[in-house]
C-alpha cells in the first residue's frame, strides 16, 4: 500500500480544479449515498442520520469529469438535481445490495459509503410493547 503522503497526493491531484473535465468520458461509475431504513414494524424502522451529501458531491464530480455516473441512494432530505446522473432510490440495505449487485460488474470504478448501525438495548420497553410480548431482535444484512 502507498503511504499516506501518496495517497493524500494522488487525490488532491485528482480533484484539483485544473482537472481535465472529460478526463473519464466512456467510464461507468458507480456511487453509492445516504442511509437505509431498517423496518421495525409497518410504523418503525432502524436507520441513521446520513445525509448522502458526500456522495452526491462525489457524483457530481464523476459526471463533470464526463463519466457515466449511477448514484444509488438511501432516503436523504438533502435537495440536489441530478442531471444526467442515473439515480436509484432504496430505502433498505437489502434494496442497496441488489442494485449495486446488479450494477457492480458494470462500472469501471465504484465509490461506496456505507454507515454501519448498531443496534444497544437500553432502558425499559414501552409498557404496551412488555403487555404484549413483544420484542426485539436484530439480524445480521
Do not use: W
Request: aromatic share 8%; with cysteine; hydrophobic share 35%.
Amino acid at each position: 500500500m502507498a503511504e499516506p503522503e501518496q495517497i493524500i497526493h494522488y487525490i488532491e491531484k485528482f480533484f484539483s480544479t485544473t482537472a481535465k473535465k472529460g478526463e473519464l468520458k466512456g467510464k461507468k461509475a458507480l456511487v453509492t449515498a445516504g442511509p437505509t431504513y431498517e423496518p421495525i414494524d409497518p410504523v418503525r424502522f432502524i436507520g441513521n442520520h446520513s445525509s448522502g451529501k458526500m456522495g452526491i458531491a462525489i457524483a457530481k464530480e464523476l459526471h463533470e469529469r464526463g463519466a457515466e455516473v449511477s448514484l444509488i441512494i438511501g432516503p436523504v432530505t438533502t435537495e440536489f438535481s441530478a442531471n444526467g446522473i442515473h439515480l436509484i432510490r432504496v430505502t433498505t440495505a437489502e434494496e442497496m445490495y441488489q442494485a449495486c449487485h446488479k450494477l457492480f460488474g458494470k462500472a469501471d470504478l465504484a465509490i461506496m459509503f456505507c454507515c454501519r448501525c448498531r443496534l444497544y438495548s437500553r432502558g425499559k420497553r414501552k409498557a404496551e410493547d412488555q403487555e404484549e410480548g413483544r420484542s426485539f431482535q436484530a439480524g445480521t444484512n
